[in-house]
């Protein structure tokens, strides 16, 4: 078998690096893409946290600045009422002067010189302000009378609401984003498991495959890549089990091919050990010896021909097609007048020039007429034609010999083949089976069908250059 020959030493498969690869890589992957999801977002909840605080204590601070001008005498009471008692919110009147008003318990909590300050000139400019100083924010908005800005009502507010707020939009936001992590690796787990699985599934049959069990193919479905390798490698195995299959059959065709003109050489010269120097038979055996041998050589020329196109990939050269056919015919003419059949070509263009491995074509031809001659009865008629079809050169070869039956035709191109019609016995039964070799190896197609009236028609198209 195959799988004997090869080395053993096969280092088992190992998934783990692969699964310890896809989990890390993936819960990198995962921890990226939460971190550039939730930080982002951290950062504009707690934005608008900001924001949204700012807000209240503004629309707050401007009914309070509205109440203030409305009743000045109970300023107090009024931007009291306008606040929760336990916000901690204090404020202050800030004239245009910068003279400060105490409204609501503790002034220590506002700078000293409120007139420096960016929300209290914003607001004595006309427009509400405010700054996010933590532990504390500070919002100043206009208190106007008459369409004139008097002064600012200038407050105070603790930042704990929003700091709070934001710590725990943080905390959620790091809870989201462990859980993600970890449903990120539990993911990757399982996705790897898989894959190396059936990775594992895919280095098993190749490891029966490398031990010659060609008929026991991976069982990886699918259509991802890790199912299309396992087809490919089923289809692999096929292909090499009906190579060694065919192999084989053709090894113990050969050796039985071999070993008849080996065993008919070794009678006769046990036989010639009992003669005598002058008997009349040594003659007949040394010629019978003769043709034995001669036919060792047509075999083993076969055999080596067919070892050179096995691998096909063979370089092609250009070939004047007519002249092919001319030399093929030449060298069957003394063959052809001692059968008494007579050759006949027949050649519509004489500048075809074909794409060939060096001497291929002129092989096929001379191995078709071979057969044609040699299986056409005395005064029979072989026509050789030659002309253009499809951008290739046609050949067909006629002869009216016995045929070929529906069943012979399709095993003709065998090794060692002969059909049971002709009854031969001559030649080394690899003359068609190297045309087919030599036109597979040349992109080029062979085909034998019975003739009209009787006989055989060999057809082969050739690529042109």
């Given amino acids: 078998m195959l799988g004997s020959a090869l080395p053993r030493e096969i280092t088992p498969f190992q998934p783990g690096g692969l699964r310890r690869r896809l989990v890390v890589a993936f819960g990198a992957t995962s921890s990226l893409l ?74 220590s909590v506002f700078p000293e010189d409120a007139s420096r300050l960016s929300e209290v000139r914003a607001a004595l400019a006309g427009r509400a302000s405010s700054r996010y100083a933590p532990p504390r924010v500070f919002v100043a908005v206009p208190i106007t009378r008459r369409g004139t800005v008097d002064g600012a009502l200038w407050l105070s507010a603790p930042s704990d609401p929003v700091e709070t707020q934001n710590s725990q939009s943080w905390a959620a936001l790091g809870i989201i984003g462990a859980a993600g992590f970890l449903f990120a690796i539990l993911v990757a787990v399982a996705v790897s498991r898989q894959i190396a699985r059936r990775m594992e599934l895919v280095a098993a049959g190749a490891e029966r495959f490398a031990d010659g069990r060609f008929g026991e193919p991976i069982d990886v479905r699918g259509t991802d890549e890790i199912g299309q390798l396992g087809t490919r490698l089923n289809e692999m195995a096929r292909r090499i089990e009906l190579a060694v299959a065919r192999e084989r059959d053709f090894a113990a065709a050969a050796s039985h091919q071999l070993r008849t003109p080996l065993t008919a050489i070794k009678l006769r010269l046990e036989e010639m050990r009992t003669l005598g120097p002058g008997d009349e038979t040594v003659g007949e055996y040394t010629e019978e010896m003769i043709q034995e041998v001669d036919r060792l050589t047509l075999l083993t020329s076969g055999l080596l021909l067919l070892a050179a196109t096995e691998g096909g990939g063979l370089p092609t050269e250009p070939a004047p097609a007519s002249d092919a056919v001319t030399q093929a015919v030449e060298r069957l003419k003394p063959v052809a007048r001692n059968s008494g059949v007579d050759v006949r070509t027949h050649m519509d263009e004489d500048g075809l020039i074909v794409a060939a491995p060096r001497g291929a074509f002129e092989e096929v031809l001379f191995n078709l007429l071979d057969n044609a001659v040699k299986y056409s009865p005395t005064g029979g008629q072989v026509d050789v034609t030659l002309a253009r079809e499809d951008g290739r050169a046609r050949v067909m070869v006629a002869d009216r010999g016995p045929g070929l039956s529906a069943e012979d035709a399709q095993h003709a191109f065998e090794p060692f083949f002969r059909s049971r019609r002709t009854g031969a016995t001559r030649g080394s039964g690899l003359g068609l089976t190297i045309c087919r070799r030599l036109c597979d190896a040349a992109g080029a197609g062979i085909e034998l069908e019975p003739r009209e009236g009787g006989g055989t028609v060999a057809t082969v198209l050739w690529p042109l250059c």
């Fill in 34 to 107: 939460i971190v550039a999801t939730l930080i982002p977002l951290g950062f504009v909840l707690t934005r608008n946290h900001r924001a949204a605080y700012i807000d209240q204590i503004e629309r707050q601070g401007a009914s309070a600045a509205t109440a203030v001008v409305a009743l000045p005498q109970a300023a107090a009471a009024e931007v009291r009422g306008r606040f929760p008692p336990d916000s901690d919110i204090q404020a202050l009147l800030v004239d245009r002067s910068g003279v400060r008003q105490t409204l609501v318990q503790d002034p």
